[in-house]
């Protein structure tokens, strides 16, 4: 019994398939707007992972339990400035 083998990515274009999608891409875009369409696409892939960085350390710091005390909410703020006794000039 032998098992035939199975590409790990069948749907995958090979050279001469790869040449052909570049060569409609010049075809329909023009040989200048390409650079332009790679610039563009790398900016937004940069923009991307650097939000996507923002939101992962703001997760960290959220699940952190480095044992530093949470600031204290607006409301405990004020009450604490409630009880402390007023000074009269």
């Not at 749907?11 to 075809?27: D, T």
């Not at 409301?75 to 409630?82: G, I, K, L, N, R």
Request: proline share 10%.
């Amino acid at each position: 019994m032998h098992d035939p083998i199975v590409p790990l990515f069948p749907g995958l274009p090979g050279g001469p398939e790869l040449l052909i999608v570049l060569f409609v891409l010049v075809l329909l875009f023009g040989a200048n707007k390409i650079p332009k369409l790679a610039r563009s696409t790398g900016q937004a892939m940069g923009e991307f992972k650097r939000g996507r960085e923002e939101i992962e350390e703001e997760l960290q710091e959220g699940a952190d339990p480095s044992g530093e005390e949470a600031p204290t909410s607006a409301t405990e703020e004020t009450a604490e400035a409630s009880t402390e006794p007023e000074q009269s000039s």
